[in-house]
Nanobody
Framework: QVQLVESGGGLVQAGGSLRLSCSAS????????MGWFRQAPGKEREFVAV????????YYADSVKGRFTISRDNAKNTVNLQMNSLKPEDTAVYYC?????????????????WGQGTQVTVSS
């Protein structure tokens, strides 16, 4: 099992940047595929980015491609999401998720473990 805790959310003006971090417990963090998802009020949870256990495979949602960067540090049991050029439509609760099947997926229902979420608000 793994427990996930997100941090780094907050309020930022459009065009600004935030860096989200997700800290994971457990000795097998390096085996997990790690994803970031987000959920805006009244909307379904949506995929943002995913990184394979080695960091060799990375995928982004089209809406964030070129603006967000996902990375991981297996020695520190952390996965990060650098968000630049933020837009009001990026406002949402952002969740870190882990999948222990070692298969890179973009569907939230495939993930086994979730953090509590961190709020990101982008003002116009």
């Amino acid at each position: 099992q793994v427990q996930l805790v997100e941090s780094g959310g907050g309020l930022v003006q459009a065009g600004g940047s935030l860096r989200l971090s997700c800290s994971a417990s457990g000795r097998t963090f390096s085996r997990y595929v790690m994803g970031w998802f987000r959920q805006a009020p009244g909307k379904e949870r949506e995929f943002v980015a995913v990184i394979s256990w080695s960091g060799g495979r990375i995928y982004y949602a089209d809406s964030v491609k070129g603006r967000f960067t996902i990375s991981r540090d297996n020695a520190k049991n952390t996965v990060n999401l650098q968000m630049n050029s933020l837009k009001p439509e990026d406002t949402a609760v952002y969740y870190c998720a882990a999948d222990d099947t070692m298969v890179v997926r973009t569907t939230s229902s495939e993930y086994d473990y979730w953090g509590q979420g961190t709020q990101v608000t982008v003002s116009s």
